[in-house]
């Protein structure tokens, strides 16, 4: 699966609303969205992709970006989130009967921890967490 679907995936996970509610918001034909996802249209028009990313509230370059989801932050540490996420990381590989090397566990407990430092909350987004490590793996 492409970048791009993944990341159109979680969006569409995160806000809690279809595929077809997508293609409806976005204007788009329908399965156009369907088809990005299952990796019948590999290379979507940059229309599509506007029109997805006015419709998730998600800049542009998110979408095409190769780049790492979360850059890293120069907020102050936080040991507590960092033991939340990695706790969180763990819980995960666990239920999944994932074993990741150690640089891959870091690289999903850093991505994890800087996201939460992102959000309102302050703490570990399970369902971020899921879908950043499950993509790898399924």
Not at 52 to 81: G, R
Request: charge should be positive; aromatic fraction near 8%; include cysteine.
């Amino acid at each position: 699966m492409s970048k791009v679907a993944q990341l159109i995936r979680f969006k569409i996970k995160e806000k809690g609303i279809s595929t077809h509610a997508l293609e409806k918001l976005a204007g788009l034909k329908p399965s156009s969205i369907h088809n990005i996802l299952q990796g019948k249209s590999k290379n979507p028009t940059l229309h599509t992709l506007q029109a997805i990313s006015l419709a998730l509230e998600c800049p542009l370059d998110e979408l095409v970006d190769q780049k790492p989801l979360v850059k890293a932050s120069s907020q102050p540490w936080h040991a507590a989130l960092f033991t939340q996420a990695t706790e969180l990381a763990n819980t995960i590989f666990t239920e999944k009967k994932l074993t990741p090397t150690k640089k891959q566990a870091m690289n999903y407990i850093e991505e994890i921890y800087n996201y939460a430092l992102l959000s309102k909350t302050m703490k570990a987004d399970k369902t971020f967490a899921e879908w950043l490590i499950t993509k790898q793996w399924f």
